[in-house]
C-alpha cells in the first residue's frame, strides 16, 4: 500500500520554527520527486517547495525563499520541511506529495496554525 504520512505540525508563534516530516512507503521513494503543498481556508493548494530524486536540486516559492528549507533522507525515505521565522500568513493544511511518471500520490495533511 502506498502511503505518505505528515507529522510536525502545530500551533506556534510568530517568528517561531517548525519542523514538518513526511515518512513514505509502498513504493520507490528516491525515485520519486517529492514536494510540499499547502492549502488556506478558501485559497488553492500552492505548491511550497520541491526536492529532486538526489537532493541537489530544490525550488521554493518566493513567499517562502529563504524561511522553509526543504531535504530528504532516501535512506529513511522522508522529506522534511523546515519552517523557520513562521508568520501568520503560513497557516495551513501542509500535504507531502510524490511524483514520477505520472504517478502522482498524496498524504492526508498536517495542520500548521501561526498565531500568538
Known amino acids: 500500500q502506498k502511503q505518505l504520512v505528515e507529522s510536525g505540525g502545530g500551533l506556534v508563534q510568530p517568528g517561531g520554527s517548525l519542523r514538518l516530516s513526511c515518512a513514505a512507503s509502498?513504493?520507490?521513494?528516491?525515485?520519486?520527486?517529492m514536494s510540499w503543498y499547502r492549502q488556506a481556508p478558501g485559497q488553492e493548494r500552492e505548491l511550497v517547495a520541491r526536492?529532486?530524486?538526489?537532493?541537489?536540486?530544490?525550488n521554493y516559492a518566493d513567499s517562502v525563499k529563504g524561511r522553509f528549507t526543504i531535504s530528504r533522507d532516501n535512506a529513511k525515505n522522508t522529506v522534511y520541511l523546515q519552517m523557520d521565522n513562521l508568520k501568520r500568513e503560513d497557516t495551513a493544511v501542509y500535504y507531502c506529495?510524490?511524483?514520477?511518471?505520472?504517478?502522482?500520490?498524496w498524504g492526508q495533511g498536517t495542520q500548521v496554525t501561526v498565531s500568538s
Open positions: 506529495n510524490a511524483r514520477f511518471l505520472g504517478r502522482d500520490y
Open positions: 509502498g513504493f520507490a521513494f528516491s525515485s520519486y520527486v
Open positions: 526536492i529532486s530524486t538526489v537532493g541537489d536540486t530544490t
